[in-house]
């Protein structure tokens, strides 16, 4: 079986999970700001399934690509830890505000620049939108095959992967031939650890921007004239010859029109205490207004 | 007049019930437009579908009836209804946020060059001034959906590329017939003149379709628990009180997370939506993500130990104390007072 070239689409997400009432303000929109950031939990089962593959297939190559602001370079580090050979990083102020339909405009004429390549694996859905959309919008506009909610990739030939897709109800096998683009299931293994070797060698991995930043020192900078790989290649709109009018809030074609905090309405709550009086209370009254029995 | 259309799932000769669900959605926008409402549908062994979509008050029916089109795949799927959305321009496309929907929708929007909001859970047709422009814009989708894990609802719009696209979350919009004897047009696509190999690239090689035996959404009387069961030992007192009073276990995705419950007993935002006519809300806070998929049950009780958990604000019943206690004494006193 020849080598694979793989590219794992990675987001940095908030983590909405853990959404705190500091984290939304006044006006009930969402304080980006004040929310950790995390590795989308599903494109964590992207790269496992892309290093399981590099495990299967000696010499295969695992390449991470991110979109984000500054701080995404986390998600590069991140992979660079757990045992991806590259990473990237697209980033550039005039992509913000994109909508699914630019952010896959955007990967993908970074993945062109990445091509040829035999598979793209991302997670399913982001948990900052949940989604599910920037996958499949990339197959297309790649004109490749996609295959989403993989839980498994049961075998390969040079030109064919076969794999085990996720449904509602039940399972299915499918094949599809190289190139094509699987988005990862979070029923698939979770991620391995980081590996204490590549946390030692990757930790002063840093984009050009970030190393402008006034905290770099001298023996930082050094360190990445003597180590090249530690610089993470940052690219921006004319990088990948992006077009304006398709990126960003320009490219975007959903708008938010009003953003509503919900308010839960109390209406007359009885409260109760855990005593069995108050329970055996409940109880009647949910049996004699025929609720239950 | 630029017509609404839902893109229908059906397997075995069968609508799907999320697809009865958006013909029903997709009927009240185009009154509120005063437009046709079409359905595409794509399967195989189609002769009689129309009599199940009829019904809804669909205008005109798009079928492309072939057996390589059923079970689901992505490319063929794709590729008609891109040939159809192109010639037919509708104003507005909606999908169910099913695996099919989901996988599908987002490629289309890809191929059109067009919004796609995904999950929605509310509906409506609106306007909308863009101050840059000075103009007012009639007629708008409001495709509005929960965002950042339920916090917010976010209306979302597209006005300025064709169509407006939607998937809508299965369970929430009213499944109602519109007219038994509607009278309907029936288009036959022509599947040769669209598809070619290259759309039968992915081959299915096996299904195994388990129909769950969870069916939450039909259960009258749902026990759901959330982190605060604390184990999955623990939600065996839930089986039980669920067993006694005839309902099902459900949980919330901080349970199904931790490995307390499976991921087809979810409810809420990215699980499943119910409304039964009892919820019991068992050590479960009451995030929107939560809420969201809940909140309309006839009844509803909350066991929490902070009296401040957003559950207890929309429960009929709030009850102060540990899910360990309460769960027994429920049992206990059911089966003492139950005829």
Redesign the interface.
Known sequence: MRPLKIIVLAKQV?D??N?GSDA?KPD???NRGKLPTIFNPDDLHALELALNIKDRIPGTEVIVLTMGPQRAADIIREGYYRGADNGIMISDRRFGGA???AT?YTLVKGIQKLAPFDLILGGRQA???????????????LSI?????VEEIISFTDTEV?AKRR???????????FP?LMTVHD?SPACRSRIAKRVMQYKYARTRTELKSRSTDEILLSLHEKRPYLTIPEWGVEDIEAEIKNIGLLG???????????V???????????S?A???M???E??ENH??? | MKSVFVYCEVEDQKVAEISQELLSAGKRLAQKLGSPLEAVVFGKGLKDIAEQIAPYGVDKIHVADDARLE?FR??PH?SIANEIIKSEDPQIVLFGA??VG??????????L???????CTILDIGD?YVSKEKKEYKDLL??IR????????????????HPQMATVREGVMKNEIFDENYQTEIVSVDVDKILNDEDF????????????GVNLKEAP?IVAGGYGVGSKENFNQLYQLSDL?GGEVGGS??AV?AGFID?DRQIG??GVTVRP??YIAAGIS???QH??GM?DS??I?SINND?EA?M???????????VS??IP??IK??K????
């Open positions: 908030p909405t999970r959404v939304m009930g929109t969402v909508d699914t339909l896959s948990i900052d939108g949940d989604t599910a959309q920037v996958g499949p919008q990339c197959a297309e506009k095959p996609q295959v989403t909610y076969v449904l509602e109800k039940g399972v299915e096998t499918v094949s599809s031939s094509c029923s975007s074609p959903t708008k938010v029109k009003s953003v509503e905090s919900i839960l309405t109390s209406e007359e709550s009885k409260v109760l205490s855990d069995d108050d329970i055996e409940m109880v009647k949910l049996i609720t239950i029995g | 079970p992505t490319l794709a099913t695996s989901r996988d599908l929708a987002p490629r289309l929007a890809s191929a060059n067009c919004g796609l909001t995904a999950d909308h409001y495709a929960p965002a950042f894990g339920g916090s917010i609802m976010a209306n979302i719009i597209n006005w300025d590329m690239i992915v081959k299915i090689i096996e299904r195994h379709i388990e129909e769950s009387i009073l995705r901080a997370d991921h935002q990215t006519k009892l009451g995030a929107v809420t969201a909140q006839s009844l009780i009296p957003p207890n604000k929309i429960a009929d019943y709030a009850i102060e104390g540990d206690d309460v004494k429920m006193y059911y003492k007072n139950a005829k």
